[in-house]
């Protein structure tokens, strides 16, 4: 694929281009929603993208494959995407910065973006990310629906530990920003926890915040109280990292 044969967007593709006008080229972040790998939660796709979107943003939703779908399809329908991306071959205009590719996923959404963090070296990796309550680890308390739709109900221990992106972490995993709430009674709390100590012993920059309250799969959480400050936090620490104009 090259420059010059740029495609336009697939039907599981939903592209909103950063508010206002640009001087130079703006980030794309690629949203990917949770739902267990069994579906696409809806407050945790387009919704987030308009809200990156205000903040300056490209954001690229993507529906990625889910089950009867089992591992490593989502992965490379992912990997697909933000390489094309990174080439061009994905058509999203002139005001991408395609040296600026990062990726916000929740719960499920959350483990597929950690994925394209700790990938191989390749254009398919991703520049920075943010993990809202993601499900990281499939040998330690692991969310069993996830686990389920990604390998079956009979999966071998070495597979489990091949998705348990805590133990994938290396030096050249991105800078990356994760929250979670101490009561989640879904995805437990360990596994941002973890996820942030295998960056902590790589020297990867991150920032985690754990809230008391709030359960899961929470989106934006507006009007949630204390929660609700997760989107600000983050917003700030993107603006530190150079992402905001």
């Known amino acids: ?14 592209f909103r281009a950063a508010d206002g006008p640009a001087a130079t080229p703006r980030p794309l972040m690629l949203v990917l929603p949770g739902g267990g790998y069994v579906a696409h939660a809806d407050h945790e ?6 809200w990156l979107a205000g903040l300056g943003v490209n954001a690229l939703t993507l529906r990625y494959p889910v089950a009867p779908a089992r591992h490593p399809d989502a992965l490379l329908r992912a990997q697909e995407v933000v390489a094309a991306a990174r080439t061009g071959t994905l058509d999203l205009g002139e005001n991408v910065d395609r040296s600026r590719i990062g990726v916000i996923g929740f719960s499920a959404g959350g483990h597929l973006a950690a994925q394209l963090s700790t990938a191989a070296q390749s254009a398919a990796r991703v520049d920075l990310a943010v993990l809202a309550y993601p499900v990281v680890s499939m040998v330690h308390e692991p969310h069993a629906g996830s686990l389920e739709s990604l390998l079956g109900p009979a999966s071998a221990p070495h597979a489990r530990r091949e998705l348990s992106q ?3 972490v290396d030096r050249f995993t991105p800078p990356t920003f994760l929250w979670h709430t101490g009561e ?23 920032e985690l915040h754990v809230f008391e309250g709030g359960g ?13 400050q997760w ?3 983050c917003a700030l620490w993107l603006g530190q990292r150079g992402w905001l104009g």
Do not use: C, K, N, Q
């Not at 989640?184 to 991150?206: K, M």
């Open 45 to 50: 796709g387009r919704v987030i993208a308009d």
């Open 166 to 168: 805590e133990l994938r």
């Open 1 to 14: 694929m090259t420059d010059t044969a740029a495609a336009p967007l697939a039907d599981d593709l939903d």
């Open 184 to 206: 989640d009674d879904a995805v437990p709390v360990s596994h941002s926890l973890r996820y942030a100590s295998a960056l902590a012993e790589h020297d990867v920059p991150f």
């Open 231 to 233: 989107a600000p936090l």
């Open 216 to 228: 899961h799969g929470r989106g934006l959480a507006r009007g949630e109280g204390p929660l609700e």
